[in-house]
């Protein structure tokens, strides 16, 4: 049995299902169980997602979280598209099980097009949490401002596979809160930065492979065409890929492995939805990115095919 934890609010369940249809489809072998953190999911919601795991032969648990246990805190970067929910990441050990002594928590802005139980079975028996280096770990601002070493490095928070047993013995889930109310102003990445200032030395980093952000398939100077040529079979072929930044279902999104999302939405109780049928989308989508046809501006992503 492989565990997987969500938390996620009324707007992110399509997200999810999307997420769940494509571990369950790649996955056939392994026989999950899933558990949503979630504060006041409506029912029709919880319905949806639990036949569609039911259809899988996987099973979905629901947990409420006290809202006063996140008392005070507040959303910073990306206000617009992240709710409260992305904290409850940070005391799952507190939520979940007993019994219960490790989980892989996915955001639901993810597609998991193979295998992930080598994942699983990353060996953690002595370390907080695995995961894989975020986009931004190379910018030095972010230590400056959390007050830890570089070398330490900095994860990605949306994918993570979770000691339970070690948060629970080192209350990692207070420790977070402890330092929410006691350095505010050092928090911008929300969830994410209060995860890497408690677990920066208690940490496994990953492969690639196992969330292939958003940020790998621009064009920017902090992975220039070596590095993705290096990196090219991952990013053709990522096994989890995570949409960091713009997601699919914007009227503008330029990933190239857009589409991936659709593919697994049309195996969920939304199939055909599209952001681009609505005329007034479409519309917008077009001018939007008319200078990228045009040449005007400089595509934003790589040619995946050039790799």
């Known amino acids: 049995m492989i565990h997987i934890a969500f938390n996620i609010d009324n707007n992110y369940v399509q997200h999810c299902a999307v997420t769940m249809v494509s571990l369950f489809k790649n ?16 029912d029709e919601g919880k319905t949806a997602l639990c036949q569609l795991a039911e259809s899988y032969r996987s099973t979905v648990r629901y947990y409420s979280p006290d809202p006063e246990a996140l008392k005070g805190f507040t959303i910073r970067k990306f206000s617009k598209r992240i709710s409260m929910a992305t904290y409850y990441r940070c005391i799952l050990a507190d ?17 998991v097009t193979g295998n992930i139980s080598p994942f699983w079975n990353t060996p953690i028996d002595h370390t907080g949490v695995a995961a894989v280096e975020d986009t931004g770990c190379r910018e ?9 070493p570089m070398q330490d490095s900095y994860f990605n928070a949306g994918v993570l596979l979770i000691n339970l047993d070690y948060w629970r013995r080192h209350q990692v889930g207070q420790a977070c809160i402890s330092y929410f109310h006691t350095y505010p102003e ?33 064009n920017t100077t902090a992975f220039g065409q070596e590095w993705h040529k290096d990196h090219a079979h991952v990013l053709k072929h990522p096994t989890i890929l995570h949409y960091t930044n713009r997601k699919p279902w914007n ?7 857009r589409n991936l999302y659709f593919d697994y939405l049309d195996l969920t109780p939304w199939k055909g939805v599209r952001p681009d049928n609505n005329l007034k989308n479409r519309l917008k ?12 501006r400089k595509p934003k992503y790589i040619n995946l095919a050039s790799i």
């Not at 030095?140 to 830890?148: P, S, T």
């Not at 009227?251 to 492995?257: A, E, G, N, R």
């Open 27 to 42: 996955n056939p072998e392994e026989q999950f169980t899933i558990h949503i953190v979630s504060d006041g999911l409506a």
């Open 140 to 148: 030095a601002q972010r230590y400056e401002i959390l007050q830890y």
């Open 251 to 257: 009227y503008d999104s330029q990933h190239p492995l």
């Open 186 to 218: 050092r928090i911008l990445f929300n969830d994410q930065d209060l995860l890497n200032s408690i677990l920066h030395d208690q940490k496994e980093l990953v492969g690639l492979e196992w969330n292939v952000q958003d940020g790998f398939y621009r």
């Open 285 to 296: 989508r077009f001018f939007r990115l008319l200078p990228f046809y045009t040449g005007l």
């Open 95 to 111: 939520l979940l099980p007993q019994n219960l002594d490790k989980v892989l928590y996915l955001d639901c802005d993810i597609v």
